[in-house]
């Protein structure tokens, strides 16, 4: 399985989250290839709102050299993972700048069909609150990017970093480890996407190919269909 890890910090050593994605990554890897990025190294253009994306095309984003090699590990990956630590009850500012360049791909605008063969894991930690609104931040975009399963795994580490957890926290984390691990083999294997995702991809796509939307999403639907169409 191939894998794209998103990071938001270099305390890999330290890290509650990277260390609970390496324990998965060294069990769903196997013979795939994983691509790693850490923001906002990897991705420091910030989102101008100059809607070049929207009203143009996305290859036109001022930060496109930054994404295409982001978009084409995506896209050769089955599975996608976040790093999310919490900040002030939300996702770090770095991570909200990426997912803001890919605003053009939520399906009300031109979704990437291949989303619906993937799955994404969404890895939250923090001291205290805020982990659920944290996820619910990363998992609004992989709804609408039409993720086929997303999956969410939250860590209390009571302020601990990765190296130090004590062991009651451990065995707590292996659990949650075991359980999602064995979701994503499960739905890999015959991998469908969830109800809600499946209303939202049928519902904009007759929008657009009944060009109910904006001209430039609705002619990129358009155009998958003939496409697909054309493949049958």
Not at 122 to 150: F, H, L, P, Q
Request: glycine share 4%; proline share 4%; hydrophobic share 40%.
């Amino acid at each position: 399985m191939n894998i794209t890890l998103f990071t938001c910090n270099h305390r890999k050593s330290k890290s509650v989250t990277y260390g609970v994605a390496q324990q998965l990554i060294d069990t769903l890897l196997e013979d795939g290839t994983l691509y790693e990025f850490c923001l906002p190294q990897d991705m420091p253009h910030v989102c101008e709102a100059c809607y070049a994306c929207f009203t143009v095309g996305e290859e036109t984003c001022p930060g496109r050299t930054y994404l295409e090699p982001i978009l084409k590990a995506m896209s050769d990956s089955e599975l996608l993972i976040f790093c999310v630590p919490v900040y002030v009850f939300h996702l770090p500012g770095q991570l909200k700048t990426f997912l803001d360049h890919l605003a053009y791909q939520w399906v009300v605008h031109r979704a990437d069909p291949a989303m619906l063969r993937k799955q994404a894991l969404i890895i939250t930690a923090a001291a205290g609150a805020g982990m659920k609104r944290a996820e619910r931040d990363v998992r609004d975009s992989m709804n609408y990017w039409c993720v086929a399963r997303t999956w969410g795994i939250r860590i209390a580490s009571w302020g601990h970093d990765w190296a130090d957890l004590p062991g009651r926290f451990r065995r707590k984390i292996n659990r949650k480890t075991v359980r999602t691990i064995q979701r994503i083999k499960t739905h890999h294997a015959h991998l469908t996407p969830s109800l809600k995702v499946r209303l939202l991809y049928s519902f904009y796509r007759f929008l657009h190919l009944h060009r109910k939307m904006v001209p430039i999403d609705d002619e990129y639907w358009i155009r998958q269909k003939e496409r697909s169409d054309a493949k049958k």
